[in-house]
């Protein structure tokens, strides 16, 4: 973490901004889907302060979309992928 922030300092850098990638997973997925992480996991090694800055709005149709995905590779990203939108939406608020 000293070297990281020692580079930082060198470089005069106030804030990184960096892509995301996937929805906001709950604790007993990203272990399992550290691809989705790959964007931020070495922040929360470092332990920086991170968040993320939501560019658009999820509508009804977006939502109604993902009740019916089925992924594109039959893969684990997928299939956990999957998991994860039913979960979420049968234990979203109404």
Known sequence: MHD??????????DVLLCPMM???Y???YPGKLTSALS?????NLLNFP????PV???TA????????????YGDLWDKLYTKVQSKSQTHSPS
Request: glycine share 8%; net charge negative; hydrophobic share 30%.
């Open 61 to 72: 149709e977006d939502e109604e979309e993902l009740r019916h995905y089925k992924g594109n």
């Open 39 to 43: 964007y931020t996991i070495i922040y």
């Open 26 to 28: 709950n604790h007993n």
């Open 50 to 53: 991170a968040g993320v800055v």
């Open 4 to 13: 990281v922030m020692a580079e930082w300092r060198r470089c005069e850098l």
């Open 56 to 58: 658009s709005t999820v």
């Open 22 to 24: 996937g929805p906001a």
